[in-house]
T-cell receptor
Framework: EDQVTQSPEALRLQEGESSSLNCSYT??????LFWYRQDPGKGPEFLFT???AGEEKEKERLKATLTKKESFLHITAPKPEDSATYLC?????????????FGTGTRLQVTL | DGGITQSPKYLFRKEGQNVTLSCEQN?????MYWYRQDPGQGLRLIYY???????QKGDIAEGYSVSREKKESFPLTVTSAQKNPTAFYLC?????????????FGAGSRLTVL
């Protein structure tokens, strides 16, 4: 059974204080690992897809990396507008290509 | 702009009533999905459809029903058989991006059972 564990559950940072969110996963062959951002009361917004170990992707203050067992979302010099819940999900090679397994998310709060 | 429209945003239901949540997309995506989100839990898949007139059960399909008569529409009915229907419901659609399904989500519908 595919599993995704995200840590920490919640993270509070001061503006400019860089940190990383972790996504550990177990999957029978990885088709893709996804990062989404979700604001309160809204649907998740796509950030990145990673496909193989060693891959990295960046978008503004966010950088996602992937190993064979986990992914990190690095946040450099965060701003209050980066406050949100960040979701990680995996898609397996086997079985139905449409199915994603989601983690429970990391709730990030960035204060002034 | 292309996207997914869910309605209503908020819905209140009495016990024993069926309710239908609407989901419409104009992204020309073949696949559509319904997820349920509860506090402290990851998104859980209710139903998905990869083509018109075909759909499959997800991990928590009991007490729910769907239809896919048009490519653009994938309504979800929460029946009275669903024992704990209060939740945030998310509709999504997907198109292929370099070999993996990137899901685009709607804004969600929050259902509360009174």
């Amino acid at each position: 059974e595919d599993q995704v564990t995200q840590s920490p559950e919640a993270l509070r940072l001061q503006e400019g204080e860089s940190s990383s969110l972790n996504c550990s996963y177990t999957v029978s062959g990885l088709r893709g690992l996804f990062w989404y951002r979700q604001d309160p009361g809204k649907g998740p917004e796509f950030l990145f897809t990673l496909y193989s170990a060693g891959e990295e992707k960046e978008k503004e203050r966010l950088k996602a990396t992937l190993t064979k067992k986990e992914s990190f979302l690095h946040i450099t010099a965060p701003k209050p507008e980066d406050s949100a819940t960040y979701l990680c999900a995996v898609q397996a090679l086997q079985g139905t290509a449409s199915k994603l397994t989601f983690g429970t998310g990391t709730r990030l709060q960035v204060t002034l | 702009d292309g996207g997914i429209t869910q309605s209503p945003k908020y819905l209140f239901r009495k016990e024993g009533q069926n309710v239908t949540l609407s989901c419409e997309q104009n992204l020309n995506h073949d696949a559509m999905y319904w997820y349920r989100q509860d506090p402290g839990q990851g998104l859980r898949l209710i139903y998905y459809s990869q083509i018109v007139n075909d759909f499959q059960k997800g991990d928590i399909a009991e007490g729910y029903s769907v239809s896919r008569e048009k490519k653009e529409s994938f309504p979800l009915t929460v029946t009275s058989a669903q024992k704990n229907p209060t939740a945030f419901y998310l509709c999504a659609s997907s198109g292929y991006t370099s070999g993996a399904n990137v899901l685009t989500f709607g804004a969600g519908s929050r259902l509360t059972v009174l």
